[in-house]
């Protein structure tokens, strides 16, 4: 069944974001890699993958590498990316529900604030499938902006020149109490058509991911401020390591 999150990392996401997240793909994914402790040619699954831009810099390190997404857009992107090579392969799941066998992995990567989105039920649901993926031992790197960040930095409005007659605008309000961002969010192209919609995502203190990561069958968890073992702190974004 779809849902608005569908209809944001559809179309529109490539539009509004492809390749215009900040930081170094290559960099953050073999940065993860290091910080699980694997080296090639280790299973990595990467989930939620998107258009593959970690799933690619981590293959043409050796890795192979699994990209599964629940959009068949991003997906269609990252195969056009990726060409003919054999890795990585690409799958179109629901990280909630793997279609994979139990202790598939040596190590999981969920990258670029991909929890949240469907609040603390659904982000359950997805690490009880990402530890069930894993082999024992397994590493899941987790790397997220985390809720003491979005405080220290939170504008209410926000917009961005796509180029080409294209802006992206962003409206937020913040709901301290649940910890979570109403974003009304309209992409206005050069032709005068608008999309819009609004959402709603769960933020977490390093405490509550920690938390939910170790109720989901984790131990051993971690946090760093980034994938070079710094400490978390508001000027940082949010590394854990799970086993």
């Known amino acids: 069944m779809s849902d608005h999150w569908d209809e944001l990392f559809d179309e529109l996401y490539l539009k509004t974001y492809a390749d215009r997240e900040p930081g170094d ?25 998107g258009y593959g831009r970690h ?3 981590l ?11 629940r959009s068949a857009v ?16 690409w799958v179109h799941a629901d990280h909630r529900e793997l279609p994979f066998d139990d202790a598939s992995f040596d190590s999981v990567i969920t990258l670029f604030s991909s929890l949240g989105y469907r609040g603390e039920d659904g982000d359950r649901a997805t690490l009880a499938e990402l530890r069930r993926v894993l082999r024992p031992g ?5 790397e997220t902006q985390h809720r003491d960040r979005i405080m220290s930095i939170f504008r209410e409005e926000g917009w961005q020149d796509l180029g080409e007659g294209n802006l992206r605008l962003e409206a937020r309000r913040m709901d301290y109490a649940a910890g979570e961002i109403e974003t009304d969010f309209m992409l206005i ?9 609004t959402y709603r995502l769960r ?20 946090s760093f401020g980034g994938f ?16």
Not at 25 to 49: K, N, Q
Not at 59 to 69: K, L, Q
Not at 77 to 87: T, Y
Not at 189 to 197: K, Q
């Open 25 to 49: 793909a290559r960099e953050d994914a073999i940065g993860a890699a290091h910080v699980a402790g694997i080296e090639p040619p280790a299973d990595v699954l990467d989930a939620p993958c």
């Open 55 to 57: 799933s690619l810099a």
């Open 59 to 69: 293959a043409e390190a050796g890795y192979r590498v699994t990209g599964a997404d």
């Open 74 to 89: 991003p997906l269609d992107e990252a195969r056009r990316r990726s060409g003919e090579r054999e890795w990585p392969r």
């Open 138 to 142: 397994g590493a899941l790197v987790i």
């Open 189 to 197: 192209e050069a032709d005068g058509s608008r999309h819009a919609i």
């Open 203 to 222: 933020l977490y203190t390093a405490t509550e991911l920690i938390r939910l990561v170790r109720d989901a069958g984790f131990s051993d968890v971690e």
């Open 228 to 243: 070079d073992g710094g400490p978390v702190s508001r000027e940082t974004r949010l590394v854990l390591l799970a086993r």
